[in-house]
């Protein structure tokens, strides 16, 4: 039976993610650090579903975590423009640094796929409305720079690695 991981999975969207995958009654494994997430979000569907506190950022054996996995749905994030103009940093360290540790080991541990949540903050201060895939990147704070490098990051471990990523603005 595959086995889906969502990372951030104690969050907004990645709760919903979860509970909807179990729903279909799929093996999921959520790796959050808790830093807004919380287990309070999981309430209601604990069943089939393995509840692990990890820092992707900092988690020197990711890896062990993505044994016979086969997609990977990524929405942990710092998801502020405000807390990345405060403190880039901190905020490149979860967006940035996380992505490349996790899509390293998804790499090692060859995961089929990886869903990455981007952002539409990636087109900065465009006024156009609605907003296309095909326009270009902009970005204006940290947050919108640090959700573009993923996307890169995403299409990158395709062509170099073989790892089947989507990014979704
Ligand atoms: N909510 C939106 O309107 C929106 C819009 C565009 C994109 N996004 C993206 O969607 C994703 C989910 O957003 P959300 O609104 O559910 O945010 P959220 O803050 O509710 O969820 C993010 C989750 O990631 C976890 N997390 C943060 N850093 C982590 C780390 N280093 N290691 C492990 N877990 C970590 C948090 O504890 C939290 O559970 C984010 O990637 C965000 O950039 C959200």
Redesign the pocket.
């Known amino acids: 039976m595959p086995v889906f991981v969502v990372?951030?999975g104690?969050?907004?969207?990645?709760s919903h993610i979860v509970e909807a995958l179990s729903r279909r009654g799929e093996q999921v494994v959520v790796?959050?650090?808790?830093?807004?997430?919380k287990r309070e979000n999981l309430t209601g569907f604990e069943s089939g579903i393995d509840v692990r506190e990890?820092?992707?950022?900092s988690e020197p054996r990711l890896v062990d975590h993505l044994a016979d996995v086969d997609t990977v749905f990524h929405?942990?994030?710092?998801?502020s423009v405000s807390r990345s103009v405060e403190d880039p940093l901190t905020s490149h360290q979860?967006n940035v640094n996380?992505t490349m540790n996790l899509l390293v080991a998804c790499r090692d541990a060859r995961v089929r796929r990886v869903v990455y949540?981007?952002?539409?903050s990636v087109y900065g201060d465009s006024p156009t409305l609605p907003k296309t895939e095909d326009m270009p990147a902009s970005p204006i704070s940290p947050y919108g720079a640090q959700?573009y490098f993923g996307e890169v990051y995403m299409q990158v471990f395709w062509r170099a690695f073989g790892l089947e990523t989507v990014s979704l603005r």
Request: charged fraction near 10%; aromatic fraction near 6%; charge should be negative.
């Open positions: 990372t951030g104690a969050g907004f969207i990645g790796l959050d650090n808790f830093s807004t997430g990890v820092d992707l950022a929405q942990a994030a710092i998801p979860a996380g949540a981007s952002s539409s959700k």
